[in-house]
């Protein structure tokens, strides 16, 4: 059964501008020029050569052959495509927010190469056809590979199992009733049995205990009480993170932290660590730039599950990405129409925009102030996100070298621009970082060899 994604035949060794193979439709051969390689490996000055979507040279002072497309790098960074572990693309039943494909493009225009994208959709990835129908349209789109995400329990109700095993055989590692938690602990534990005779499958959970949570809009704390709105304590997900470590540790399964947002998760995470748990988590880069403080307007833009929390958190939060304690940084890219988004503070949806804003964020928040080097940065948005789900063995986080697969960043580390939500690819507005002048920018994006962006925009 094609796993999805194929790749034709994966690792040909290829003599240099050979003397003929007889060529496919389409160019063939490709130079990214004059940057700078960076990868889990190191970083150094090179060009890469790409042949028939495969990696064939990096090296100083490549020459085009003729027809090869010459992409220029000067003064840029060549990385492996990002990977974005969580993002919401609304397809099937809420195109009017996101589709698949203006979800890949905007993916892509922030430097992706693969995402995971959440199956709270309508109906909810729970039911191989629905899966089924998921990777087909994507692949046919063919901007990134997007890879869907299984739901944990039939219809997300969290009770019933969903067939966990007949959508990992369609190729879904990653199962969650995202947008819920799965509540109750002997499903939970149920879960992790079942997925641990699963190779590779790793059951991700959005941690907020509903019945902490219940009636609340925002994190609960000073700003909650100044402002009158209802709070969703801390401990509704630290609470389930210490359930579920606990349920992991007992089963042997994996277990992944979607959008860990609280000092004691990542305490919690850094323990079970330590003691062999096996577990990834990862967070947003609005949970470590954004505080609570930032609702104060009542801008719906802000709200968000879950909620952006305290300043002491996002420190905890930094400090956990720097010592691995959070393995990745990933988006929540969770679009909504304005007709629904913008409606009062306690009547709107949570969620926003990230996809495509996420790398740019990192580097002028994170990078530019030395809270993270580059590297550490590119780490937690590409090659470490891609081993957490299996996208490594698919060909996505590097590293860059003869034989690898062709996905690709180049990313101008300099350039300053200004988020302007009309000018996103997502069919949606809602972006809390609308006006933020940022600096670095994706320039190309190469996805199996072939342009998805150049020169700083989508190839279609
Ligand atoms: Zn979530």
Redesign the pocket.
Known sequence: MSKPNDREAGSRPSSEAGPERPRRTGSSELIIRGGRVLDETGERAADVRVVDGVIAEVGAGLSASAGATVLDAEGCVVTPGLVDL?VHFREPGREDAETLESGSRAAALGGCTAVVC?PNTEPPLDDAAVVQSVIERARTIGLCAVRPAGCITKGRHGEELAPLGELYDLGVRVFTD??DCVADASVMRHAFEYATALPGAVLAQ?AEDPALVAGGHMHEGAWSSRLGIPGRPAEAESSIVARDLALAKRTGGRYHV??LSCAQSAALVRAAKAQGVRVTAECTPQHLVLTDEACAGFDPAFKM?PPLREQADIDALRAALVDGTIDAIAT?HAPHTAETKDVPFEEAPPGMLGVETALAIVLTTLVEPGVLTLAQAIGALSWQPARVVGLDADGHGGPIASGGAANLCVIDPALRWVVDGTRLASRSRNTPWEGWKLTGKVRHTIYNGTPTVRDGEATR
């Open positions: 969580q959440m995202d947008g959005h979607l959008h599950n929540d």
